[in-house]
């Protein structure tokens, strides 16, 4: 039987600014099921990044239901989203979000390390999931020492080290050229088989989107059109 990782229902966004409103979603629904890749596309503005915050919990919707590994997120106080968050789910962003005056294994193994695990634990892993995305040479360099494809692995080696159900990327290749944004999709399908992890991916790249299983069209807020890869 198909296990839903993600079901949300009629999800509004409005933000206010002084007397002026802006409806980011339009009622939206959205259902993934575990072990899926679905990559969300559309213009800028569309409300696709809206949209992977609100199912993440990182904001919190206007109307409607997001449901999580069968958890109402609107039914959870700010720390049980938070420590869910740690726990259950990794974020991949465009921009990497390392710490720039940390070694990349140091960044890795920051997540282990808020959520308690003894430092050798930590590190041990973290070095183990650096080798698996092939960054063993460079665990010990700062960010801005790395290229943006060893960034980038970086940043998806931190996503992964708690081993999350679910990934949320948010133009995971957006600031890489062509060859490298296919090897990060290379190495992101690849963990995904060994895994069963879940992603939920936010890209303008066609070429990325037809990498998932599942590619939603957004437009002024809603889904438009989808098509099916695999």
């Given at each position: ?13 409005t ?33 696709k ?28 106080s700010?720390?049980?989203?938070t ?26 193994e ?6 308690g ?24 360099s ?34 890489l ?21 879940t992603?939920?991916i ?12 599942k ?7 809603r ?7 695999k």
């Amino acid at each position: 039987m198909t296990e839903i990782m993600v079901e949300a229902t009629d999800m509004h966004k409005t933000y206010k600014t002084g007397t002026v409103e802006v409806k980011a979603l339009r009622g939206v629904d959205f259902t993934v099921n575990k072990g899926d890749m679905i990559a969300i596309m559309g213009p800028s503005g569309c409300g696709k990044t809206t949209m992977l915050n609100c199912l993440s919990g990182l904001d919190e919707l206007t109307e409607g239901t997001v449901i999580i590994e069968g958890k109402n997120l609107a039914e959870m106080s700010d720390n049980d989203k938070t420590e869910h968050r740690a726990k259950r789910m990794g974020f991949i962003f465009q921009f990497y979000n390392l710490l720039p005056v940390l070694s990349a294994v140091e960044n890795v193994e920051m997540p282990l390390l808020v959520s308690g695990t003894p430092a050798k634990e930590a590190r041990e892993t973290a070095i183990e999931i650096m080798k698996t995305v092939g960054l063993e040479k460079v665990m010990d360099s700062k960010p801005g020492a790395l290229s943006g494809g060893e960034r980038q692995r970086t940043t998806i080696a931190r996503a992964l080290i708690a081993k999350p159900a679910i990934i949320w990327g948010d133009e995971l290749t957006g600031d890489l050229d062509d060859e490298t944004a296919n090897g990060i999709m290379d190495l992101v399908a690849r963990l995904r088989d060994e895994t069963q992890a879940t992603f939920v991916i936010v890209t303008h790249n066609l070429e990325i989107g037809k990498r998932a299983d599942k590619i939603l069209y957004m437009r002024s807020g809603r889904f438009v059109k989808e098509e099916i890869n695999k």
